[in-house]
């Protein structure tokens, strides 16, 4: 089993930044791709970007290019998404999950956090 905790939400205005945060325990963080995903109320669930187990690979939704960036500190067992430059529609709950692969499907991910909110004010 893989915890994950999200953390780094909050209410900010059009044009700002935030950094999300999602701290795993449980088994070996270097073994597993990670990946965030965002729901808005009455939405499906959208991939928003992967980063694959060594970091060298990631891969972003054309809504969030140029904007959005993953990270991960395997040594601190953390995944990081850094957003510059928020809209409104950026507005949602933000969730990471684990997964043995890397890939933009949320089926494919074994293991979520419980969410953490953003909402972006125009």
């Known amino acids: 089993q893989v915890q994950l905790v999200e953390s780094g939400g909050g209410l900010v205005q059009a044009g700002d930044s935030l950094r999300l945060s999602c701290t795993a325990s449980g088994r070996t963080f270097s073994n597993y791709a990670m990946g965030w995903f965002r729901q808005a109320p009455g939405k499906e669930r959208d991939f928003v970007g992967a980063?694959?187990?060594?970091?060298?690979?990631?891969v972003y939704a054309d809504s969030v290019k140029g904007r959005f960036t993953i990270s991960r500190d395997n040594a601190k067992n953390t995944v990081y998404l850094q957003m510059n430059s928020l809209k409104p529609e950026d507005t949602a709950v933000y969730y990471c999950?684990?997964?043995?692969?890397?890939?933009?499907?949320?089926?494919?991910?074994?293991?979520w956090g419980q969410g953490t909110q953003v909402t972006v004010s125009s």
């Open positions: 980063i694959s187990r060594g970091g060298v690979r990631t």
């Open positions: 999950a684990a997964g043995s692969v890397f890939r933009t499907i949320a089926t494919l991910y074994d293991y």
